[in-house]
């Protein structure tokens, strides 16, 4: 009887514990949408099939309205008006808006499974009671009947952007919020980061016949639309409306943007996908978004390659917005830009399509792995396009460099805060910034410091095959880099991503020992790190020792096959020195320098190496 008890535990815990999945809930929206350009206004009716997966009954829901941020005392409004360094495209504007510009969305009804059930509109939070509790391993239906007035164009969504856009669609209906294995997420907007429930889209949008719309999903009756979906020429006689049919597969969002001066440029790709592009043709666009397309197609393979496999068939480049914002299958973005910054930004918005879209980390509490995720592919993406001839700039062998720079500038600013922070609880806008950006894009490329190059990139590629889909965070992503290199990585995201601790090593001292010399090595703050030192002979031969972390279990592969690779003893971290001992008379040593790569976030480069003095 023992031994059956605990052959049954043994299979219970091998479930339990062996499993790399986490249960994920999912929507479908059916939404009709009747949109009246001349107000600004749209009533909607949505359909939400919600499927509870998790282990817990769920006795209320929550939706986010977004459009309610858009009005004189939302939260939105006076946390702009009250940090220190408000974003400028904000400020004290949502303040000054009048009624007619305010966003809103007015809930007339709302059904669970065909009965009534109880909200309160708290903010940009619908609050509902339910009369049942959605069982786990169930589903329940939601119908919603309400109507929404599009705000001026003031942050992400609205109309009448500068550039002259009609209609910037996102963040435009009410959306479901996610609850997950830490609950609820129904965090009031404030301008910041997103979460989403993954799930089917089928959306209807009946506007002016004039208006081009294009966004997230596949248009389903595209030879009644016209307008470059089809090749069909479609008569639209001014004064009616038409009815734009979208489905949007397996995504947490749906966007679109609207005009009626869009020009319409699709690209079709070998590899079954299709690109759309509108924009306002005129004399500060015609040129550079033509020249964008080939350099979207060409930037798709080495993606696909390097950061796995996008799995839509159709991205679209919308001209709308505020600047740059990604949204499932396509992108809002200002497209008055020079050649450089309009490829800069399409990258940039189209990578989030990986590490958020596809991954979907919750960006309220991992901003950095998102955007800083995104921030460092981009980076990488745009040095091949450099490569290649198609965008402007100087090749770069790190391309990664100013970007450290910009960590160091944040650590001497003194308001570094935590890259643990909640995305809305960062006391300045900046150190929000350079937290996510900045600081989240140097972990990664620290990280290929740390494990090596090639365990680095295949650990990018498991990430994105074994996660997505999944809501990552930052245990699971370290988890698939110590499966890739075979080290234990707890510690690197204990001091860089819960802490602000600094690195700064120096090299101390450099003495002749006999035959031998001593290199004295110190660290001078307070996070510890392997370290590489290159030694640099008269005759122009250099040898890399490498000191791997004793709480690392291991040191990364070598890297540069033509430079000789000395594993050396571990590093405790508990000591402030280190002594290293090479087979090199003093008089042939020339240079040693800690990290000539300029991998390592070391703060403070000057005392990183020493020179013999002629």
């Not at 869009?262 to 043709?281: I, M």
């Not at 350099?295 to 001209?319: C, D, E, L, V, W």
């Not at 500038?409 to 900045?438: I, R, W």
């Amino acid at each position: 009887m023992k031994t059956k008890f605990l052959l049954i535990f043994a299979l219970i815990a091998q479930v339990s514990w062996g499993q790399t999945d986490r249960w994920q809930q999912k929507v479908n929206y059916q939404m009709d949408i009747d949109f009246d350009v001349e107000k600004h206004q749209f009533k909607g009716k949505q359909k939400l099939v919600y499927y509870n997966n998790s282990p817990e009954s769920l006795d209320k829901v929550f939706y986010h309205l977004y459009y309610n941020a858009f009005q004189p005392g939302s939260m939105m409004d006076v946390r702009s008006r009250n940090i220190v360094d408000p974003d400028r495209r904000v400020q004290d504007r949502i303040s000054k808006l009048t009624p007619e510009e305010y966003g809103y969305h007015n809930i007339k009804s709302l059904k669970h499974n065909g009965t009534d059930v109880k909200f309160e509109v708290v903010g940009t939070i619908l609050e509902v009671q339910l009369n049942q509790a959605i069982p786990p391993n169930s589903k329940a239906t939601f119908e919603m009947v309400f109507e929404s007035q599009v705000p001026a164009q003031v942050r992400r969504t609205g109309r009448d952007n500068a550039e002259g856009i009609s209609y910037s669609m996102s963040q435009w209906y009410p959306k479901m919020c996610e609850y997950d294995y830490q609950g609820w997420h129904a965090n009031p907007y404030v301008g910041r980061e997103f979460h989403g429930i993954w799930g089917d889209f089928d959306v209807k949008i009946t506007i002016d016949n004039q208006y081009i719309l294009g966004g997230s999903g596949y248009l389903q009756n595209a030879d009644k639309i016209g307008y470059g979906y089809s090749d069909k020429e479609v008569n639209h006689s001014p004064g009616g409306t038409l009815t734009w049919h979208f489905k949007a597969p397996n995504v947490h969002d749906f966007f679109w943007g609207g005009d009626p001066d869009y020009t319409h440029d699709v690209l079709k790709l070998e590899n079954d996908l299709t690109l759309h592009f509108l924009y306002q043709k005129n004399e500060k666009t015609e040129v550079v978004w033509k020249k964008l397309q080939p350099a979207m197609a060409k930037a798709i393979g080495f993606i696909n390659q390097h950061y796995g496999k996008y799995p839509y068939k159709q991205y679209s480049f919308i001209q709308g917005g505020d600047g740059g914002m990604e949204y499932p299958m396509g992108t809002l973005i200002t497209g008055e830009r020079g050649l450089g910054s309009l490829i800069g930004v399409s990258i940039h918005e189209w990578m989030h399509s990986w590490y958020q879209m596809i991954l979907g980390t919750n960006e309220a509490l991992y901003a950095w792995m998102d955007e800083g995720f995104t921030s460092y592919a981009s980076a990488e993406v745009m040095n091949f396009l450099k490569k290649e001839g198609l965008t402007p700039g100087k090749v770069e062998e790190n391309p990664h460099l100013g970007t450290y720079m910009g960590y160091t500038n944040l650590v001497q600013s003194g308001v570094e805060e935590p890259m643990t922070t909640h995305a809305d609880h960062f006391k300045t806008n900046f150190a929000y910034s350079m937290a996510s950006y900045v600081k989240g894009s140097v972990f990664l490329h620290q990280l290929e410091y740390i494990i090596g190059e090639n365990a680095f990139a295949q650990g990018m590629l498991d990430y994105f095959e074994q996660w997505k889909f999944k809501h990552p965070n930052t245990n699971d992503f370290i988890r698939i880099m110590e499966k890739a290199s075979g080290l234990e990585l707890d510690w690197y995201k204990e001091h860089f991503v819960n802490t602000t601790n600094t690195i700064d090593y120096s090299v101390s001292s450099v003495e002749a020992d006999g035959k031998k010399t001593k290199i004295i090595l110190k660290n001078l703050s307070d996070m510890p790190m392997p370290i590489d030192v290159v030694v640099t002979e008269k005759n122009g031969t250099q040898r890399l020792y490498h000191i791997p972390l004793r709480i690392m279990r291991g040191e990364k592969a070598q890297e540069d096959p033509s430079m000789e690779y000395n594993v050396e003893e571990d590093w405790a971290w508990t000591h402030p020195t280190y002594e290293l001992n090479i087979d090199c008379k003093l008089k042939k040593v020339v240079k040693v320098e800690i990290d000539p790569s300029r991998r390592l976030a070391d703060i403070n480069t000057e005392n990183n190496s020493w020179e013999k003095e002629e």
